[in-house]
């Protein structure tokens, strides 16, 4: 058994103060064996931001993968953006902006999908595309693999964003080299969904968070995921939310996914 917890867009600069002690009390009650955030830990890429991010995932006790989001890049000083936009997101979080975490079970892999020249839109380039194909094909067949990323790589028409750069392109790769979850964030919206194109149905799974801590909401609360894997081929998907009065983080029940041959990822029940 492998659990893996997803938060995601914290926005400190716009958190919600009184859910950080009930998150991070949850997270670690959960026991995790990793915890990933996707991205925009902060509100405006500030040092004091970025410093209260860092004091709240120095509270969880797994180990954490952090991925960038466009709000960790500043958004008013061009200058910065365009030819330093990683400078304070490096000096806080680390350097490593592609972080990896690999057991016996499972690997994880982190991608930068910001556009620093189009602050609100994702991009995935050729050669980061080209970056995690080769690293997907030197693993094992049989471990769980998981991607990372901040914007999600397919949307729905009526998210009224425009789309990840790359990001139809980056599915097809991905799903043919056995990527059995993509994780991210974004969109302050929760989705749990197969990838699709016209033709028909990829097999892997995208999990959307919503935001952990923000107050920035879009007719949503605050939540994160709990991701339990019992085996490669199966995954339950919980939602955990944030109660209105209570400020305490609680379970919405679960989603059961199996992964069959020749059909790929179907919900259970």
């Known amino acids: 058994m492998r659990r893996v917890v997803q938060i995601s867009d914290p926005h400190f600069g716009t958190i919600r103060p009184e859910l950080v002690d ?10 995790p064996d990793l915890v990933i955030l996707s991205g925009d830990l902060t509100q405006r890429a500030k040092d004091g931001e970025y410093e209260q991010a860092m004091t709240m995932l120095s509270r969880v006790e797994a180990p954490v993968l952090v991925v960038p ?23 806080w979080v680390g ?3 592609f972080p990896t975490f690999q057991d016996e079970r499972m690997l994880v892999m982190g991608v930068n999908t910001v556009n620093r020249f189009a602050w609100r839109s994702g991009k995935l380039t050729p050669a980061t595309l080209d970056r995690m194909c080769k690293r997907l094909e030197a693993v094992p067949d049989d471990l769980l693999k998981i991607v990372v990323v901040h914007h999600p790589l397919a949307q729905e028409p009526k998210d009224g964003r425009r789309r990840t750069r790359g990001g139809k392109a980056a599915v097809k790769a991905l799903c043919e080299r056995g990527v059995d979850l993509v994780l991210s964030g974004h969109m302050h919206m929760w989705r749990v969904q197969r990838f699709q194109e016209r033709e028909g149905q990829y097999s892997a799974l ?15 609360r605050n939540d994160f995921a709990l991701l339990s894997f019992d085996s490669q081929h199966a995954v339950s998907v919980e939602r955990f939310v944030a109660d209105p009065v209570e400020g305490s983080f609680e379970p919405q029940g679960a989603e059961d996914y199996i992964n069959r041959p020749g059909t790929g990822w179907q919900r259970r029940g």
């Open 22 to 31: 009930p998150m991070i009390e949850t997270v670690n009650g959960l026991s």
């Open 69 to 91: 989001g466009n709000h960790d890049t500043p958004l008013y000083n061009l200058w910065l953006r365009f030819v330093h936009p990683w400078r304070r997101y490096n000096r």
């Open 95 to 97: 350097e490593e902006m």
């Open 206 to 220: 995208q999990i959307q968070a919503g935001t952990v801590l923000s107050n920035r909401l879009r007719g949503e």
